[in-house]
Protein backbone atom coordinates (compact mmCIF):
# COMPACT_ATOMS: atom_id res chain seq x y z
CA UNK A 1 0.00 0.00 0.00
CA UNK A 2 0.98 3.05 -1.24
CA UNK A 3 2.68 5.48 1.93
CA UNK A 4 0.75 8.49 1.19
CA UNK A 5 -2.70 6.37 1.35
CA UNK A 6 -5.56 6.28 4.01
CA UNK A 7 -8.59 3.77 4.44
CA UNK A 8 -10.67 4.65 6.69
CA UNK A 9 -12.70 1.79 8.10
CA UNK A 10 -14.25 3.73 11.46
CA UNK A 11 -17.68 4.74 10.15
CA UNK A 12 -19.68 3.48 13.34
CA UNK A 13 -17.75 6.23 15.11
CA UNK A 14 -18.33 8.98 12.31
CA UNK A 15 -19.24 9.40 8.42
CA UNK A 16 -17.51 12.34 5.99
CA UNK A 17 -20.32 14.76 5.13
CA UNK A 18 -21.58 13.61 1.59
CA UNK A 19 -21.01 16.47 -1.07
CA UNK A 20 -24.98 16.12 -2.04
CA UNK A 21 -25.46 17.07 1.81
CA UNK A 22 -23.07 19.34 1.92
CA UNK A 23 -24.38 21.27 -1.31
CA UNK A 24 -28.04 21.02 -0.10
CA UNK A 25 -26.85 22.71 3.86
CA UNK A 26 -24.52 25.48 2.10
CA UNK A 27 -27.28 28.32 1.17
CA UNK A 28 -28.51 28.00 4.77
CA UNK A 29 -24.92 28.72 6.14
CA UNK A 30 -25.01 31.87 4.34
CA UNK A 31 -28.17 33.64 1.78
CA UNK A 32 -30.73 31.52 3.79
CA UNK A 33 -29.46 32.26 7.22
CA UNK A 34 -32.94 33.11 8.84
CA UNK A 35 -33.92 31.86 11.80
CA UNK A 36 -37.05 29.14 11.59
CA UNK A 37 -38.93 30.71 14.39
CA UNK A 38 -39.24 33.83 12.54
CA UNK A 39 -42.28 35.58 10.87
CA UNK A 40 -40.40 37.57 8.29
CA UNK A 41 -39.56 35.87 4.61
CA UNK A 42 -35.85 35.19 6.00
CA UNK A 43 -37.76 32.71 8.85
CA UNK A 44 -39.78 31.73 6.57
CA UNK A 45 -37.39 29.84 4.17
CA UNK A 46 -35.72 28.82 7.09
CA UNK A 47 -39.09 27.21 8.01
CA UNK A 48 -40.23 25.52 4.63
CA UNK A 49 -36.73 24.12 4.56
CA UNK A 50 -36.83 22.34 7.96
CA UNK A 51 -40.09 20.91 7.07
CA UNK A 52 -38.86 19.37 4.14
CA UNK A 53 -36.57 17.84 6.08
CA UNK A 54 -38.58 16.33 8.79
CA UNK A 55 -40.90 14.63 5.89
CA UNK A 56 -37.47 12.87 4.86
CA UNK A 57 -36.36 12.20 7.85
CA UNK A 58 -39.86 10.51 8.18
CA UNK A 59 -40.08 8.78 5.28
CA UNK A 60 -36.74 7.06 5.77
CA UNK A 61 -38.50 5.05 8.93
CA UNK A 62 -42.14 5.53 7.25
CA UNK A 63 -43.40 8.07 9.96
CA UNK A 64 -45.55 10.75 9.93
CA UNK A 65 -43.56 14.27 9.44
CA UNK A 66 -45.57 15.50 13.20
CA UNK A 67 -43.82 12.36 15.13
CA UNK A 68 -39.97 13.61 14.30
CA UNK A 69 -38.53 15.64 16.62
CA UNK A 70 -35.26 17.21 15.70
CA UNK A 71 -32.50 17.07 18.30
CA UNK A 72 -28.62 17.49 18.33
CA UNK A 73 -27.97 14.04 17.88
CA UNK A 74 -28.43 10.76 19.05
CA UNK A 75 -27.21 10.89 22.67
CA UNK A 76 -30.03 13.59 22.98
CA UNK A 77 -32.67 11.36 20.99
CA UNK A 78 -31.88 8.77 23.68
CA UNK A 79 -32.22 10.65 26.80
CA UNK A 80 -35.45 11.92 25.77
CA UNK A 81 -37.16 8.75 24.94
CA UNK A 82 -35.82 7.34 27.98
CA UNK A 83 -36.02 10.15 30.97
CA UNK A 84 -38.90 12.16 28.93
CA UNK A 85 -40.74 9.14 28.57
CA UNK A 86 -40.65 8.19 32.44
CA UNK A 87 -41.15 11.75 33.38
CA UNK A 88 -44.16 12.13 31.54
CA UNK A 89 -45.62 8.39 32.79
CA UNK A 90 -49.19 9.04 34.49
CA UNK A 91 -49.41 5.98 35.72
CA UNK A 92 -46.71 5.95 38.10
CA UNK A 93 -44.86 3.25 37.43
CA UNK A 94 -41.50 3.10 38.60
CA UNK A 95 -39.63 0.28 35.84
CA UNK A 96 -37.16 0.60 33.23
CA UNK A 97 -35.99 -2.43 31.74
CA UNK A 98 -32.85 -1.95 29.22
CA UNK A 99 -30.13 -4.42 27.70
CA UNK A 100 -26.46 -4.41 29.10
CA UNK A 101 -25.27 -3.80 25.55
CA UNK A 102 -27.09 -0.83 25.32
CA UNK A 103 -24.61 2.27 23.74
CA UNK A 104 -24.05 4.53 27.30
CA UNK A 105 -26.73 7.14 25.91
CA UNK A 106 -29.18 5.02 26.92
CA UNK A 107 -27.76 2.63 29.99
CA UNK A 108 -26.35 6.41 31.54
CA UNK A 109 -29.69 7.93 31.12
CA UNK A 110 -31.77 4.87 32.52
CA UNK A 111 -29.12 4.91 35.49
CA UNK A 112 -29.57 8.47 36.42
CA UNK A 113 -33.11 7.45 36.96
CA UNK A 114 -32.29 5.58 40.10
CA UNK A 115 -31.86 8.55 42.24
CA UNK A 116 -35.64 10.12 41.11
CA UNK A 117 -36.99 6.67 42.85
CA UNK A 118 -36.85 4.48 38.97
CA UNK A 119 -35.94 1.00 39.58
CA UNK A 120 -33.87 0.08 36.38
CA UNK A 121 -33.50 -3.25 35.33
CA UNK A 122 -30.44 -4.76 32.94
CA UNK A 123 -31.35 -7.86 31.14
CA UNK A 124 -28.93 -9.81 30.03
CA UNK A 125 -27.73 -11.15 26.41
CA UNK A 126 -26.46 -14.44 25.06
CA UNK A 127 -22.94 -14.98 24.05
CA UNK A 128 -23.23 -13.40 20.57
CA UNK A 129 -25.13 -10.14 22.19
CA UNK A 130 -28.52 -11.11 21.60
CA UNK A 131 -31.15 -10.25 24.99
CA UNK A 132 -32.26 -13.71 26.40
CA UNK A 133 -36.36 -13.45 25.33
CA UNK A 134 -36.96 -15.26 28.40
CA UNK A 135 -35.13 -13.07 31.19
CA UNK A 136 -36.95 -9.86 29.35
CA UNK A 137 -40.69 -11.33 29.93
CA UNK A 138 -39.59 -11.94 33.32
CA UNK A 139 -38.71 -8.54 33.87
CA UNK A 140 -41.47 -7.01 32.19
CA UNK A 141 -44.11 -5.84 34.85
CA UNK A 142 -47.00 -4.19 35.75
CA UNK A 143 -45.17 -1.55 36.90
CA UNK A 144 -43.03 -1.05 33.73
CA UNK A 145 -43.29 2.17 32.07
CA UNK A 146 -40.42 1.90 29.36
CA UNK A 147 -38.39 -0.88 27.39
CA UNK A 148 -35.61 0.10 25.66
CA UNK A 149 -33.25 -2.21 23.39
CA UNK A 150 -30.81 -1.13 20.81
CA UNK A 151 -31.77 -2.10 16.95
CA UNK A 152 -28.25 -2.74 16.31
CA UNK A 153 -25.31 -3.10 18.35
CA UNK A 154 -22.56 -0.28 17.74
CA UNK A 155 -19.81 -2.41 18.54
CA UNK A 156 -20.93 -5.82 16.87
CA UNK A 157 -23.63 -4.93 14.40
CA UNK A 158 -25.73 -7.77 16.15
CA UNK A 159 -29.30 -6.98 15.21
CA UNK A 160 -32.38 -7.45 17.89
CA UNK A 161 -35.54 -8.84 17.44
CA UNK A 162 -37.06 -5.40 17.73
CA UNK A 163 -40.39 -7.15 16.03
CA UNK A 164 -40.58 -9.19 18.62
CA UNK A 165 -40.08 -7.35 21.42
CA UNK A 166 -42.14 -4.04 20.28
CA UNK A 167 -45.17 -6.05 20.14
CA UNK A 168 -44.86 -8.08 23.40
CA UNK A 169 -44.56 -4.23 24.85
CA UNK A 170 -47.88 -3.03 23.04
CA UNK A 171 -49.58 -6.35 24.23
CA UNK A 172 -48.76 -5.63 27.78
CA UNK A 173 -49.55 -1.67 26.83
CA UNK A 174 -45.56 -0.51 27.39
CA UNK A 175 -43.81 2.11 25.68
CA UNK A 176 -40.84 0.75 24.15
CA UNK A 177 -38.05 2.36 22.51
CA UNK A 178 -34.77 1.32 20.29
CA UNK A 179 -31.77 3.04 19.32
CA UNK A 180 -31.29 2.75 15.71
CA UNK A 181 -28.46 5.22 15.28
CA UNK A 182 -26.46 2.05 13.95
CA UNK A 183 -28.96 1.07 11.82
CA UNK A 184 -31.06 4.09 10.43
CA UNK A 185 -29.82 4.32 6.68
CA UNK A 186 -28.53 0.61 6.92
CA UNK A 187 -31.49 -1.72 7.61
CA UNK A 188 -34.96 -1.10 6.47
CA UNK A 189 -37.13 0.31 9.60
CA UNK A 190 -40.65 0.79 8.96
CA UNK A 191 -42.64 2.19 12.27
CA UNK A 192 -46.17 1.46 11.03
CA UNK A 193 -45.57 -2.20 10.67
CA UNK A 194 -43.26 -2.58 13.84
CA UNK A 195 -44.92 -0.46 17.43
CA UNK A 196 -42.12 1.00 18.09
CA UNK A 197 -43.01 4.07 20.44
CA UNK A 198 -39.63 6.01 20.47
CA UNK A 199 -36.84 5.54 17.83
CA UNK A 200 -33.22 7.26 17.49
CA UNK A 201 -31.61 8.61 14.74
CA UNK A 202 -27.83 10.45 14.58
CA UNK A 203 -27.28 12.44 11.45
CA UNK A 204 -23.37 11.80 11.59
CA UNK A 205 -23.42 8.13 11.21
CA UNK A 206 -25.62 8.49 7.69
CA UNK A 207 -23.07 11.39 6.04
CA UNK A 208 -25.28 14.02 7.40
CA UNK A 209 -23.03 16.88 9.91
CA UNK A 210 -22.16 16.01 13.15
CA UNK A 211 -24.58 17.66 15.67
CA UNK A 212 -27.97 16.58 14.39
CA UNK A 213 -30.09 14.17 14.85
CA UNK A 214 -33.68 13.34 15.71
CA UNK A 215 -36.54 11.09 18.11
CA UNK A 216 -39.42 9.48 16.59
CA UNK A 217 -42.25 9.98 19.11
CA UNK A 218 -45.75 7.93 17.82
CA UNK A 219 -48.65 9.81 17.94
CA UNK A 220 -50.02 9.77 21.40
CA UNK A 221 -47.01 9.08 23.60
CA UNK A 222 -46.31 11.92 26.06
CA UNK A 223 -42.50 12.88 26.52
CA UNK A 224 -41.55 15.47 28.74
CA UNK A 225 -39.23 18.08 27.40
CA UNK A 226 -35.36 17.50 28.69
CA UNK A 227 -34.52 21.10 27.27
CA UNK A 228 -36.59 24.04 27.65
CA UNK A 229 -37.04 27.35 27.11
CA UNK A 230 -38.79 27.85 24.12
CA UNK A 231 -41.76 26.44 21.99
CA UNK A 232 -39.66 24.60 19.22
CA UNK A 233 -40.18 21.01 17.81
CA UNK A 234 -44.20 21.52 19.22
CA UNK A 235 -42.61 22.19 22.90
CA UNK A 236 -40.89 19.11 23.06
CA UNK A 237 -37.43 20.33 22.42
CA UNK A 238 -36.70 24.29 23.60
CA UNK A 239 -33.81 25.70 21.22
CA UNK A 240 -33.28 27.69 17.45
CA UNK A 241 -33.59 25.00 15.01
CA UNK A 242 -30.17 23.96 13.62
CA UNK A 243 -31.57 24.33 10.05
CA UNK A 244 -28.31 24.09 8.12
CA UNK A 245 -27.85 20.93 9.90
CA UNK A 246 -31.81 19.65 10.08
CA UNK A 247 -31.64 20.17 5.99
CA UNK A 248 -28.08 18.24 5.49
CA UNK A 249 -29.71 15.48 7.97
CA UNK A 250 -32.89 15.03 5.68
CA UNK A 251 -30.56 15.18 2.35
CA UNK A 252 -28.92 12.31 4.01
CA UNK A 253 -32.09 10.27 5.07
CA UNK A 254 -33.77 10.49 1.55
CA UNK A 255 -30.52 9.57 -0.05
CA UNK A 256 -30.10 6.41 2.07
CA UNK A 257 -34.15 5.53 1.71
CA UNK A 258 -32.94 5.50 -2.20
CA UNK A 259 -29.58 3.83 -2.03
CA UNK A 260 -30.08 1.57 1.03
CA UNK A 261 -30.61 -2.03 -0.66
CA UNK A 262 -27.62 -1.92 -2.87
CA UNK A 263 -25.34 -0.05 -0.26
CA UNK A 264 -25.78 -2.61 1.83
CA UNK A 265 -25.58 -5.53 -0.03
CA UNK A 266 -22.05 -4.45 -1.54
CA UNK A 267 -21.32 -3.81 1.92
CA UNK A 268 -21.81 -7.27 3.25
CA UNK A 269 -20.11 -8.69 0.89
CA UNK A 270 -17.10 -6.96 1.38
CA UNK A 271 -17.22 -7.66 5.03
CA UNK A 272 -17.88 -11.15 4.32
CA UNK A 273 -14.75 -11.18 2.59
CA UNK A 274 -12.48 -9.12 4.75
CA UNK A 275 -13.80 -11.47 7.47
CA UNK A 276 -13.03 -14.44 5.23
CA UNK A 277 -9.27 -12.95 4.48
CA UNK A 278 -8.56 -12.47 8.31
CA UNK A 279 -9.80 -15.53 9.45
CA UNK A 280 -7.76 -17.15 6.31
CA UNK A 281 -4.38 -15.49 7.70
CA UNK A 282 -5.36 -16.13 11.54
CA UNK A 283 -7.15 -19.05 11.81
CA UNK A 284 -7.63 -18.26 16.04
CA UNK A 285 -9.17 -15.52 15.11
CA UNK A 286 -13.32 -15.29 16.38
CA UNK A 287 -16.31 -13.28 14.62
CA UNK A 288 -17.98 -11.70 17.37
CA UNK A 289 -21.92 -12.29 16.79
CA UNK A 290 -20.60 -14.22 13.67
CA UNK A 291 -23.52 -16.40 14.32
CA UNK A 292 -26.23 -13.96 14.30
CA UNK A 293 -27.70 -11.30 11.84
CA UNK A 294 -25.62 -8.36 11.69
CA UNK A 295 -25.65 -4.64 10.10
CA UNK A 296 -23.88 -5.21 6.92
CA UNK A 297 -20.93 -2.48 7.32
CA UNK A 298 -19.49 -3.96 11.01
CA UNK A 299 -17.19 -6.73 11.37
CA UNK A 300 -15.99 -7.29 15.24
CA UNK A 301 -13.14 -9.59 14.96
CA UNK A 302 -11.05 -10.45 18.06
CA UNK A 303 -7.33 -12.04 17.53
CA UNK A 304 -6.00 -13.76 20.59
CA UNK A 305 -2.85 -12.96 22.13
CA UNK A 306 -3.48 -9.05 20.82
CA UNK A 307 -4.10 -6.17 22.54
CA UNK A 308 -6.90 -4.18 20.58
CA UNK A 309 -5.92 -1.07 21.06
CA UNK A 310 -2.06 -1.96 19.82
CA UNK A 311 -3.66 -3.42 16.64
CA UNK A 312 -5.46 -0.08 16.10
CA UNK A 313 -2.01 1.77 16.40
CA UNK A 314 -0.26 -0.62 13.84
CA UNK A 315 -3.24 -0.55 11.47
CA UNK A 316 -3.00 3.08 12.06
CA UNK A 317 0.65 3.10 10.86
CA UNK A 318 -0.09 1.56 7.77
CA UNK A 319 -2.38 4.49 7.10
CA UNK A 320 -5.72 2.08 7.98
CA UNK A 321 -8.46 3.64 10.82
CA UNK A 322 -10.24 1.44 12.91
CA UNK A 323 -11.37 1.06 16.13
CA UNK A 324 -11.25 -1.46 19.11
CA UNK A 325 -15.01 -0.05 20.31
CA UNK A 326 -17.72 2.35 20.76
CA UNK A 327 -15.96 6.17 20.04
CA UNK A 328 -17.32 7.38 22.58
CA UNK A 329 -15.41 4.65 25.20
CA UNK A 330 -11.87 5.87 23.36
CA UNK A 331 -9.28 6.59 25.73
CA UNK A 332 -10.90 3.98 28.89
CA UNK A 333 -8.38 1.51 30.26
CA UNK A 334 -11.10 -1.12 30.33
CA UNK A 335 -12.79 -3.67 28.08
CA UNK A 336 -15.94 -3.06 26.33
CA UNK A 337 -19.41 -3.49 28.46
CA UNK A 338 -20.39 -5.28 25.42
CA UNK A 339 -18.17 -7.73 24.90
CA UNK A 340 -18.07 -8.51 28.81
CA UNK A 341 -21.92 -8.95 28.93
CA UNK A 342 -21.39 -11.21 26.12
CA UNK A 343 -19.76 -13.35 28.57
CA UNK A 344 -15.78 -12.76 27.32
CA UNK A 345 -13.15 -12.18 29.90
CA UNK A 346 -10.96 -9.15 30.06
CA UNK A 347 -8.53 -10.41 28.62
CA UNK A 348 -10.56 -11.42 25.33
CA UNK A 349 -12.22 -8.04 25.12
CA UNK A 350 -9.34 -6.33 24.84
CA UNK A 351 -7.95 -8.35 21.59
CA UNK A 352 -11.51 -7.16 19.58
CA UNK A 353 -11.21 -4.64 16.76
CA UNK A 354 -13.92 -3.19 14.54
CA UNK A 355 -13.96 -2.41 11.27
CA UNK A 356 -16.99 -0.44 9.93
CA UNK A 357 -17.44 -0.02 6.46
CA UNK A 358 -18.81 2.73 4.39
CA UNK A 359 -20.83 3.38 1.18
CA UNK A 360 -17.25 4.31 -0.63
CA UNK A 361 -15.28 1.30 0.68
CA UNK A 362 -14.30 -0.61 -1.94
CA UNK A 363 -12.64 -3.86 -3.14
CA UNK A 364 -9.39 -2.24 -3.60
CA UNK A 365 -9.25 -0.94 0.24
CA UNK A 366 -10.17 -4.30 1.30
CA UNK A 367 -7.24 -6.12 -0.39
CA UNK A 368 -4.89 -3.18 1.25
CA UNK A 369 -6.80 -4.29 5.03
CA UNK A 370 -6.10 -7.75 4.19
CA UNK A 371 -2.21 -7.49 3.23
CA UNK A 372 -1.41 -5.33 5.94
CA UNK A 373 -3.22 -7.44 8.54
CA UNK A 374 -0.08 -9.82 9.02
CA UNK A 375 2.40 -7.19 9.71
CA UNK A 376 -0.12 -5.26 12.08
CA UNK A 377 -0.57 -8.07 14.31
CA UNK A 378 3.01 -8.99 14.76
CA UNK A 379 3.87 -5.44 15.47
CA UNK A 380 0.69 -5.73 17.92
CA UNK A 381 1.93 -8.99 19.38
CA UNK A 382 6.02 -7.34 19.38
CA UNK A 383 4.30 -4.68 21.99
CA UNK A 384 2.92 -6.93 23.81
CA UNK A 385 5.51 -9.73 24.47
Wanted: aromatic share 4%; proline share 3%.
Amino acid sequence: MAMNQRIYLDHSATTPVRAEVFDAMLPYLRAQFGNAGSVHSFGREARRAVDDARDQVAALVNAAPREILFTSGGTEADNLAVRGVVAASARGRKRVVVSAVEHHAVLHAAESLRGEGIEVVVVPVDSDGIVLLDALVEQITDDTVLVSIMHANNETGAVQPIGRIAALCEERGIVFHTDAVQSAGKLSIDVRRTPIGLLSISGHKLYAPKGVGACYVRKGIDVMPQAVGGGQERERRAGTENVAGIVGFGAACELARMEMQEVSARAAGLRDRLEREALAQSPDAIINAGGVERVPTISNIRFPGVDGESMVLALDVAGIAVSSGSACTAGSLDPSHVLLAMGQSYEIAQSAIRFSLGRETNELEIDSVVRALPDALQRARSRAS
